[in-house]
């Protein structure tokens, strides 16, 4: 009896462990808990342990399995906004570190703080780790996803059905890349904001930053701090414009390069050593087809997504945290409701 009931059990799969994935398992384990029936769940996460861009990589290109790095965070990350805007409304960080804590903690501190609320359930066991989703077929016949997967640490690829996939793979780890006139003969290190790991190769150096939001200003100010010897930020639409210490400062859109000289709209120029890219990210899926994908800029509102959550095409496939993100865990365990 029991057996027949599990066989026809639902199949939920989901494509990441970060913090929405988490969420989305610590629902499902609640509910259990609670003794509702709940579907089989399998998660899958192409890194060796959860936590997405918490879980700090200090390498940058590709992981020891050749998949491109995910994370995107550096070294020495402290929060851009107030911890009291992300707390889970079950789990306190005053329970978490049996102690009042300061408003904009760093990296490793909201790790832990994540890892502290998951660690009391077992969801872990549902978790597929250095596992990559290669690719998802929806199946109109038996209405069901045909997911391929790549099992990392055996080389080997299968295949499994879900009859609800949730996507959780985060959205802040391909980088937009423009392109400026001559770059391709600047002499200096030129790269994006998602490679970056710590501020002190840029000690002297005079350093220009494209961009002029979080990570323009975070990274920017990091580099100031641990002596750059000028950071310049060049903005596209609006500087950020506080009053900056001196050593840094804002200029119009770069134009173009005629060596290690930089050329901006207002008609400066100035001579750098390295370049960052603080031009944000792309929704990226290369695990899905066309007509699954989300399409969709960094804002709050995505469009094809009812509540933020559903794909209108396809309800049965959800996704998680695609909005631009200013309330973050909190926002992901009320997407999950
Ligand atoms: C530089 C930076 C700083 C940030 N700072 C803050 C901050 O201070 N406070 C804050 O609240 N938020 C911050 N964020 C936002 C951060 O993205 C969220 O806090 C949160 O990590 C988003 O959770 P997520 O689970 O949706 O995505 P992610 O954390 O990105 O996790 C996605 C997971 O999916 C996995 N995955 C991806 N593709 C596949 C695949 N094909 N197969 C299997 N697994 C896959 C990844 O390995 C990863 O583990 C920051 C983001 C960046 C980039
Ligand atoms: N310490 C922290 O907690 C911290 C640090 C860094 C990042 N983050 C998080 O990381 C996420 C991503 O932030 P982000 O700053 O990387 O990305 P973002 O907020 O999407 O900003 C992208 C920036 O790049 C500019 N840009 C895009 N294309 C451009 C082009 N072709 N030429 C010139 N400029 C271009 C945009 O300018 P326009 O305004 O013209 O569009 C914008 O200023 C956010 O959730 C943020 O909170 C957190």
Redesign the pocket.
């Known amino acids: 009896m029991n057996k027949s009931k599990n066989m026809n059990k639902k199949r939920v799969g989901i494509i990441g462990s970060g913090p929405s994935g988490l969420a989305q398992l610590r629902a499902f384990e609640a509910a259990k808990n609670a003794g509702l029936e709940v579907p089989e769940i399998v998660c899958f996460e192409k890194q060796s342990n959860w936590g997405g861009m918490w879980n700090y990589s200090w390498r940058t290109g590709v992981g020891k399995y050749e998949e491109p790095i995910h994370g995107s965070m550096y070294k020495y990350?402290?929060?851009?906004?107030p911890k009291e805007c992300l707390e889970f409304s079950d789990y306190s960080f005053d329970e978490h570190f049996k102690k009042p804590i300061s408003s904009y903690p760093p990296r490793p501190v909201l790790f832990d703080y994540i890892q502290g609320r998951i660690k009391k359930s077992k969801v872990r066991d549902y978790i597929r780790f250095d596992t990559t989703v290669r690719w998802v077929n929806f199946n109109d016949e038996s209405k069901k996803f045909e997911v391929v997967l790549d099992d990392l640490k055996i080389d080997k690829t299968y295949t499994e059905e879900f009859d609800y996939l949730v996507v959780a793979s985060g959205h802040?780890s391909t980088p937009?890349m423009?392109y400026f006139k001559g770059i391709e003969q600047f002499p200096g290190q030129v790269m994006h904001?998602h490679d970056f790991r710590g501020a002190d190769p840029y000690k002297d150096q005079d350093l220009l930053i494209?961009?002029?939001?979080?990570?323009?200003e975070?990274?920017g100010v990091q580099c100031h701090k641990h002596g750059a010897n000028s950071v310049t930020l060049s903005?596209?639409?609006?500087p950020i414009g506080v009053n900056w210490p001196d050593g840094i400062k804002e200029v119009p859109?770069l134009t173009h390069f005629e060596g290690d000289i930089a050329h901006f709209k207002d008609g400066t120029s100035g001579k750098f050593d390295a370049v960052i890219m603080?031009?944000?990210?792309q929704h990226k899926f290369p695990f899905l087809p066309d007509e699954l994908r989300l399409k969709t800029k960094?804002n709050l509102y995505p469009n094809h997504l009812y509540k933020g959550v559903f794909f209108n095409n396809l309800p049965q496939l959800i996704y998680l945290g695609m909005q631009?993100?200013y309330y973050t865990f909190n926002m992901f365990d009320a997407q999950i409701l």
């Open positions: 990350l402290w929060s851009n906004g802040f937009n423009p904001a494209i961009g002029s939001s979080y990570s323009a975070d990274i903005y596209r639409s609006n859109l603080c031009t944000g990210y960094n631009d993100q």
